[in-house]
Nanobody, 123 residues
């Protein structure tokens, strides 16, 4: 069973940066692809970015391309989402997820989810 634990959310001013972490455990990470999603109240969970452990390939939603970057630490089995030039519309609960498909933009393609971490960007 895969376990995912996010951390790193918080409050930041517009234009600022945050780095989210997603610690992966329970299975061999190289068999999986990771996704980051976000959700605001009343809206569907939105795809943000995807990452493949084995190939280190990345894929981003147009809304974050050029501002957000995925990276990994193989020793810590952790995937990071570096978020720069944050905007108020980036405010959401951010979730990491895992599956075996890359790149998967549909939340229903993901089998495992973390608990989410709140990101709030003030104007």
């Amino acid at each position: 069973q895969v376990q995912l634990v996010e951390s790193g959310g918080g409050l930041v001013q517009a234009g600022g940066s945050l780095r989210l972490s997603c610690a992966f455990s329970g299975r061999t990470s190289t068999s999986y692809a990771m996704g980051w999603f976000r959700q605001t109240p009343g809206k569907e969970r939105e795809f943000v970015a995807a990452f493949h452990w084995r190939t280190a390939s990345t894929f981003y939603a147009d809304s974050v391309k050029g501002r957000f970057t995925i990276s990994r630490d193989n020793v810590k089995n952790t995937v990071y989402l570096q978020m720069n030039s944050l905007k108020p519309e980036d405010t959401a609960v951010y979730y990491c997820a895992a599956n075996s498909i890359f790149p998967a933009q549909n939340r229903f393609d993901y089998d495992y989810w973390g608990q989410g971490t709140q990101v709030t960007v003030s104007s």
